[in-house]
């Protein structure tokens, strides 16, 4: 990301704990049967280092680097990484002008990340400019107009179409996942394997862990901005988060999040 964009779920605690929870095995699968030790790699958008840590064992003794448009959660990342016993560089950079030379990688990994960007595509060349031939390029993202949910609740619809609402007026593509392989092309590459997978919340734990999270997460960067824009009122805000309560207390509560993936050759 750089600065001319806009993180729509900001950096809050509850953000941040919430991308603290995830695995390289439930965020990165489809990427790690082509690691190996001593390849090189960028973790750009690292957030709190989770996935970055993950990979870095997976790819140890290689050098590994984990990148973030602002400072705020690489404390965190930093942290976990000391914990592990791995050696990761956490830095402050732009996705659209990485600071590494080109072919400085074997490998350029990118969670969550092209569905906050203005210019998808732009980025997805500039990972591939560090990216040395050969090596792959790989990026999974949601699409939350896949979001599916049961029971139905008019209340989450709203919070699904508010959330794209403010993604879209902050100028990136909350529905990036159907989209990755066709950004793909644009960027120029030419060898791209596409694949999609799923995140699915139904036990009573993950329900509570998914309904609190989001339940407190509309109060945040999401809500501040939809309240700035006029976009929804506090009540409306208040009736989402009850939404998402509801739906963690229901024990029939499904959740499903599709994501898109690309694996793109240099």
Same mark, same amino acid.
């Given at each position: 990301?750089?600065?001319? %964009?806009?993180?729509?779920?900001g950096?809050?605690?509850? @953000? !941040?704990?919430?991308h603290?929870?995830?695995?390289?095995?439930?965020?990165?699968?489809?990427?790690?049967?082509?690691?190996?030790?001593?390849?090189?790699?960028?973790?750009?958008?690292?957030?709190?280092?989770?996935?970055?840590? %993950?990979?870095?064992?997976? !790819?140890? #003794?290689?050098?590994?680097?984990?990148?973030?448009?602002?400072?705020? #959660?690489? +404390?965190a990342?930093?942290?976990?990484?000391?914990?592990?016993?791995?050696? @990761?560089?956490?830095?402050?950079?732009?996705?659209?002008?990485?600071?590494? +030379?080109?072919?400085?990688? %074997?490998?350029?990994?990118?969670?969550?990340?092209?569905?906050?960007?203005?210019?998808?595509?732009?980025?997805?060349?500039?990972?591939?400019?560090? =990216?040395? +031939?050969?090596?792959? @390029?790989?990026?999974?993202?949601?699409?939350?107009? *896949?979001?599916?949910?049961?029971?139905?609740?008019?209340?989450?619809?709203?919070?699904?179409?508010?959330?794209?609402?403010?993604?879209?007026?902050?100028? *990136?593509? +909350? %529905? *990036?996942?159907?989209?990755?392989?066709?950004?793909?092309?644009?960027?120029?590459? =030419?060898?791209?394997t596409?694949?999609?997978? !799923?995140?699915?919340?139904?036990?009573?734990?993950?329900?509570?862990?998914?309904?609190?999270?989001?339940?407190?997460?509309?109060?945040?960067?999401?809500?501040?901005?939809?309240?700035?824009?006029?976009?929804?009122?506090?009540?409306?805000?208040?009736?989402? *988060?009850?939404a998402?309560?509801?739906?963690?207390?229901?024990?029939?509560?499904?959740?499903?999040?599709?994501?898109?993936?690309?694996?793109?050759?240099?």
């Amino acid at each position: 990301m750089a600065g001319k %964009d806009v993180y729509t779920h900001g950096h809050a605690e509850v @953000v !941040v704990a919430s991308h603290a929870a995830r695995t390289a095995a439930s965020s990165a699968a489809y990427l790690l049967p082509l690691l190996r030790p001593g390849l090189d790699l960028l973790d750009v958008g690292c957030g709190p280092g989770s996935i970055t840590v %993950d990979l870095a064992e997976a !790819v140890a #003794p290689g050098r590994v680097r984990g990148v973030e448009i602002t400072e705020d #959660p690489l +404390p965190a990342a930093r942290a976990n990484a000391a914990r592990r016993g791995v050696s @990761v560089e956490f830095a402050v950079d732009d996705a659209y002008s990485l600071s590494d +030379p080109d072919d400085s990688y %074997d490998v350029v990994h990118a969670h969550q990340v092209l569905q906050h960007l203005s210019d998808p595509v732009a980025a997805l060349r500039e990972m591939r400019r560090v =990216t040395r +031939p050969g090596g792959v @390029v790989a990026a999974r993202d949601a699409d939350y107009g *896949a979001f599916r949910w049961w029971p139905e609740d008019p209340r989450l619809d709203d919070w699904q179409n508010l959330y794209r609402a403010v993604a879209r007026g902050n100028g *990136a593509e +909350p %529905d *990036a996942g159907r989209r990755l392989l066709a950004w793909a092309h644009e960027a120029g590459f =030419t060898e791209v394997t596409p694949s999609a997978s !799923v995140w699915c919340y139904a036990t009573p734990e993950e329900r509570t862990t998914w309904g609190d999270m989001w339940a407190e997460r509309i109060h945040s960067s999401v809500g501040r901005m939809a309240l700035d824009r006029g976009l929804a009122t506090q009540a409306d805000l208040d009736a989402i *988060a009850g939404a998402w309560q509801d739906w963690a207390a229901h024990p029939d509560g499904w959740l499903l999040i599709p994501h898109g993936e690309v694996l793109a050759r240099a």
